[in-house]
Each structure stands twice: as structure tokens, then as C-alpha cells.
T-cell receptor, first 108, second 116 residues
Framework: GQQLNQSPQSMFIQEGEDVSMNCTSS?????WLWYKQDPGEGPVLLIA?????ELTSNGRLTAQFGITRKDSFLNISASIPSDVGIYFC????????FGAGTTVTVRA | DSGVTQTPKHLITATGQRVTLRCSPR?????VYWYQQSLDQGLQFLIQ???????AKGNILERFSAQQFPDLHSELNLSSLELGDSALYFC???????????????FGEGSRLTVL
């Protein structure tokens, strides 16, 4: 089955920093998506990408669908405390397959 | 609030028992997906239903079964429970254009199952 490799596994952010994370796959996907999960909640869709090479923004979030259709990245600009949580990449063909997640924590 | 409702939110039971988790999708959504989230396995796709029919199957154990009813709510049945079945179980729904090919899923808050 498909395997999505998401990195980094975890990161610490300082308010105001730009951060990025990425996801690679052994398989081609027609759709790449990024979700965020807060503690005690279900994942929430942040950005969906439907076309290879597509660059899409949602507020301070920017994501790109890789040209090879096997990768995607997510950037968060000017981090704020509420950006903490777990970010998941996901690839969709007939089902949604998730990466292992990137845990974002505020640096003390 | 995603509009997807899951009950119960928490469930504690013993090994060997059977439980049923219930999901009401967003109004108008025809597709329902079930996912299992555990610490060591991440979010694992179990099964998808579209308008009452099974559409796709993932890593769902034979001890687990699901169905989607005419009113579009879905139930996930877990039987002969083992310690390793302890996890968060999420239901998600989607608008699902023909064939359900959007990937834009709306998740409920999950049902946390603890098997002792």
C-alpha cells in the first residue's frame, strides 16, 4: 500500500518564525491534502491541492503539490501560539492515506 | 464543529467484549469513512461507505464490521476486543462527488476506546 513519509517528526516553533514540513510518497496521488489535529479533536482540513505544481494559500499557510505528484510541502509563516498541534499530510486516490504527522510545539 | 457527530466519546470495556460506535455524517454527505488512530500506527483507514454500500476497505480486522443505514448514519462494530484495539476511532464524511473522489473529509471528534 501507499506509504507517506512526513518530516520532520516534531518541531519547536517560536512566535513569529516561519516553519515548513514536507511529505513524500512511494506512490502518485491525484490529490494532496494537509490536515491539523488539536488535542481531543478530529483532524481539520487546512488545504487541498488538486493539480501537480499547484501552489495554494490559506491565510498564513501555503502548500504545494509536487510536480512528480509524489510529494507536497506546507509552510506556516509568522507562527502564532495557536499553530501548535499535529499536522498531517494526506494523499487521496480512492481513499485518504495519512502521513505519521508533524507535532508542532511552542519553544519555551 | 465539523457537523459530524460520534457517540460515545469515551468507552471502557474488557477484553472479549463487543462494542458499537455510531456516527452521523454532515447533512447531505453520502460518504462515511472510519479511521483508527493509535499512538504507534497513526491514522489508519478502516472502511468507507457511500450511500449505504461499502465502497473501499482498508486495514480492517475481520473482528470489525461496519454498515451505513438508509438515513446515512453509520455504525462500526468491534468484537472479541483485545488490548491492542484501544485507540481513537474517527468517523469522517464527505460530499463525495460521483465515486467520492475529493479527499476533503470532515472528521468527528472521535470515540476513545479503552480495552482493559
Amino acid at each position: 500500500g501507499q506509504q507517506l513519509n512526513q518530516s520532520p517528526q516534531s518541531m519547536f516553533i517560536q512566535e513569529g518564525e516561519d516553519v515548513s514540513m514536507n511529505c513524500t510518497s512511494s506512490s502518485i496521488f491525484n490529490t494532496w491534502l494537509w490536515y491539523k489535529q488539536d488535542p481531543g479533536e478530529g483532524p481539520v482540513l487546512l488545504i487541498a491541492l488538486y493539480k501537480a505544481g499547484e501552489l495554494t494559500s490559506n491565510g498564513r499557510l501555503t502548500a504545494q503539490f509536487g510536480i512528480t505528484r509524489k510529494d507536497s510541502f506546507l509552510n506556516i509563516s509568522a507562527s502564532i501560539p495557536s499553530d501548535v498541534g499535529i499536522y498531517f499530510c494526506a494523499g487521496f486516490d480512492y481513499k485518504l492515506s495519512f502521513g505519521a504527522g508533524t507535532t508542532v510545539t511552542v519553544r519555551a | 464543529d465539523s457537523g459530524v457527530t460520534q457517540t460515545p466519546k469515551h468507552l471502557i470495556t474488557a477484553t472479549g467484549q463487543r462494542v458499537t460506535l455510531r456516527c452521523s455524517p454532515r447533512s447531505g454527505d453520502l460518504s462515511v469513512y472510519w479511521y483508527q488512530q493509535s499512538l504507534d500506527q497513526g491514522l489508519q483507514f478502516l472502511i468507507q461507505y457511500y450511500n449505504g454500500e461499502e465502497r473501499a476497505k482498508g486495514n480492517i480486522l475481520e473482528r470489525f464490521s461496519a454498515q451505513q443505514f438508509p438515513d446515512l448514519h453509520s455504525e462500526l462494530n468491534l468484537s472479541s476486543l483485545e488490548l491492542g484495539d484501544s485507540a481513537l476511532y474517527f468517523c469522517a464524511s464527505s460530499v463525495a462527488t460521483s465515486g467520492g473522489r475529493t479527499g476533503e473529509l470532515f472528521f468527528g471528534e472521535g470515540s476513545r476506546l479503552t480495552v482493559l
